[in-house]
């Protein structure tokens, strides 16, 4: 039998198990296979290992379950503990925005009063203004940067490959 | 349609941060996790690392699961990149750089004088020649016929998983059908 018949059924068998065959190709290669001795030998062992593979049994590690249960519980308290405080950082930027537009023109007449007074220019004092507004964004993204170094800096059980 | 009431209802309760739900996901998916870790790292006590803090970010960034997938799939996506990122943080680009047989690199076992964790518990299993012939495969391509073949993950579920295009997982699948068949043969001369 040639080379190429072999190969081609190999190359069936493969492909019945990553993509399905069609009719015309499952017909050609189980003609095959039932002539080929070699190939048969090569199905049947591919598909010991492939059951093989599905029923391993891996020892699972004592009481890895609980264990995770009760680190995952940590976290959510710690989460929990988080939230409240991250909800008043939000309500006083709300606040502050809300304050800041009511506000908007006397903080605009003090910074003209600071411009006469100084002789600064006026495009100097209009991204001054704009600066002003972007005080508690800037202040809430500080927090949360702390936030993310304070994570990093967990202990080490906390992270994988200690 | 179960299926994805299921999911939905995972997702609902991941939102929430469902302490419950959090437990009953560990105990369901313990088996499948550790298995799947197992397999991708070749080490126990790394698998159970990375076992625990793959439920951590479950927890973390459950919002982030809307339910239309299968949550398996989006599990192991969870634990592969915990790896990975571990991996990097190793000096290495990626599993597959680590892994990949054409770069002779073949997965690390942590003490060479002994069988790896990996092939200790495999060895256990009756049909050894076969078990033990699995564990000889570089790691890119004993996780896709893990993922096919034990998780029995469709090939676009998995290039989900792996986040690789469905052409290069086929491949893979094709590669690693051929290395098991290759290793069965070494093991049997």
């Known amino acids: 039998m040639s080379e190429n ?15 399905g065959l069609a009719d015309s190709e499952r017909d050609w290669l189980s003609a095959h296979l039932q002539d080929c001795e070699f190939c048969n030998e090569h199905a049947k062992q591919t598909d010991r290992a492939l059951r093989a593979l599905r029923t391993a049994a891996i020892p699972l590690p004592v009481d890895l379950a609980s ?48 411009g006469q007074l100084t002789g600064a220019p006026k495009l100097v004092l209009e991204v001054g ?6 005080i508690p964004a800037v202040f809430a993204v500080i927090v949360m940067l702390l936030e993310g170094v304070q994570r990093s800096e967990e202990p080490g059980w906390m992270k994988p490959g200690r | ?20 739900l959090l437990d009953r996901l560990i105990e369901q998916y313990q088996y499948r996790l550790f298995r799947y870790l197992l397999y991708i790292t ?5 698998a159970e690392d990375f076992f625990q803090e793959t439920w951590i970010r479950v927890l973390e960034r459950g919002h982030q699961y809307d339910g239309k997938s299968k949550f398996e799939a989006w599990l192991f996506a969870i634990a592969r990149h915990l790896v990975i990122d571990w991996q990097r943080t190793k000096k290495a680009q990626s599993l597959d750089a680590l892994t990949d047989p054409e770069q002779d690199k073949p997965l690390q076992i942590a003490n060479e004088s002994e069988p790896s964790p990996l092939h200790q518990v495999l060895a256990q299993e009756s049909e050894m ?3 033990v012939s699995l564990g000889k495969i570089a790691a890119i391509y004993r996780e896709v016929l893990v993922l096919r073949f034990q998780e029995e993950l469709q090939i676009e579920e998995m290039a989900g998983v792996l986040s690789i295009p469905v052409s290069t997982v086929k491949s893979r699948l094709y590669r690693g059908l051929d290395a098991l068949r290759s290793a069965l043969h070494e093991g049997a001369a």
């Open chain 1, 67 to 114: 264990r995770t249960q009760f680190r995952v519980r940590l976290r959510a308290m710690e989460l929990r503990e988080r939230e409240p405080k991250r909800r008043m950082l939000w309500l006083a930027c709300a606040a502050s925005w809300i304050f800041g537009i009511a506000s908007a023109p006397f903080v605009w007449r003090l910074f003209e009063w600071l």
């Open chain 2, 42 to 46: 070749g080490d126990k006590a790394r």
């Open chain 1, 129 to 134: 203004f704009g600066l002003w507004w972007t």
């Open chain 2, 1 to 20: 349609m179960l299926m994805r009431d299921e999911t939905k209802s995972i997702a609902r309760g991941l939102q929430k941060r469902d302490p419950d």
């Open chain 2, 129 to 131: 020649n076969v078990q």
């Open chain 1, 5 to 19: 018949l072999h190969r081609r059924a190999l190359q069936l068998l493969a492909k019945a198990r990553v993509e």
